[in-house]
């Protein structure tokens, strides 16, 4: 089931990375002196941000090697 999620539904992956990154920057946007009122928020901001970039790079990892298992065992069948 991991397998299928992970191959299949790469949109996913990629989904999560880019929530993470917007949170990224905005979190980062709001350690400026200006936005000084927002500083916590900022720094929720800036751990799910980069909790999201994590996720979605772990997504990409498991498809990769998902993949590169695919390739090996079928040209092993072979």
Do not use: P
């Not at 928020?41 to 970039?53: A, D, K, N, R």
């Amino acid at each position: 089931m991991l397998q299928t999620l992970v191959r299949d539904y790469s949109w996913i992956h990629l989904g999560i990375g880019l929530f993470g990154n917007f949170c990224f920057v905005v979190g980062s946007i709001l350690f400026f002196k200006t936005f000084d009122s927002y500083y916590t928020l900022g720094v929720w901001l800036f751990v799910l941000g980069s909790t999201g970039m994590f996720l979605g790079s772990l997504g990409e990892l498991a498809k990769s090697l998902y993949e590169r298992r695919e390739k090996a065992d079928n040209a092993h069948a072979r």
